[in-house]
């Protein structure tokens, strides 16, 4: 049976971290800053918007909401984005993901400035990446990374296997287990013989959005198994990319889902908030 990697206590030992040192930065006359934007009435978008506004507050950060309506126009957005971009007292800025149809999306992403780019994905934070220079980690690769380390595991000279090519998990996750001196191997939903591949794999990270793709058959005697996937299963049931059930009696570790990734995408939007406020003080 796989050890359970549990995602909530790992990402509430990150806030607590990260509280303590924006306590510290408060008795300087720093506080972190997140401008949050949301268009529409999605209620997905609106439930995760609350629950980065609960991880600010519980941090410490200074959460500001601008919740639009559905016909919000392109210029309208803009202007937001903009002022935003200009105003010193923001860190960072996210605009929750997806716009209504009428919205460019890659336009109004493009806009926020590098310096606040708290999600990590703009082509300056992947560029950084890539060269393995200063710059914002994306929230969820970088969660993950934290979660194998703070697990007690080690990456160096593992055969790791990103399940996933999206330029906000797949890409950079395979990019930061590079970083972490792991042999990487990319595969996706057009990958041949996708099993032969996954079963090589020492550390496996499955980010493809299909439910349950992934089988015991599928994963190496005493893997361990991130799963980022999030579906809903033939009964309508939370589930992610890994067959849980399946794959924990084979696995050496193992995150649920929920519990296992989410909760550190959000810590580690915290992580690069707190960065953005500590770069301003530096500059």
Sequence with gaps: MAVLIDGKVISTKIKEELKQEVTEMKA???????????????????????NKKRACEYVGIESRSYELPEDTTQEELEKLVTSLNEDENVDGILVQLPLPGQIDEEKITTMI???????????????????????FR???????????????????????VVVGRSNHVGKPMALLLLQENGTVTIAHSRTKNLGE????????VAAVGKAKIIKACDVKEGAIVIDVGMNR???????????FEQVK???????????????????????????????????
Excluded: H, W
């Excluded at 300087?28 to 609350?50: F, K």
């Excluded at 969820?140 to 595991?153: D, K, N, Q």
């Design 113 to 135: 400035s590098p310096k606040k780019d708290v999600d990590g994905f703009l082509a300056d934070s992947i560029g950084a990446l890539c060269l393995g220079t200063e710059g």
């Design 233 to 243: 299963d033939e009964n309508g049931k939370l589930c992610g990319d890994v067959d």
């Design 197 to 204: 591949i996954t079963r090589r794999a020492d550390i496996l």
């Design 28 to 50: 300087q006359g720093i506080t972190p800053c997140l401008a949050v934007i949301l268009v529409g009435d999605d209620s997905a978008s609106a439930i995760y918007v609350r």
């Design 249 to 283: 009696e084979k696995a050496e570790a193992i995150t649920p889902v929920p519990g296992g990734v989410g909760p550190m995408t959000i810590a580690m939007l915290m992580n690069n908030c707190v960065e953005a406020a500590r770069k301003k003080r530096r500059e």
């Design 138 to 160: 994306s929230c969820t690769p970088a969660g993950v990374i934290e979660l194998i380390r703070r697990s007690g595991y080690s990456i160096e000279g593992k055969e790791c």
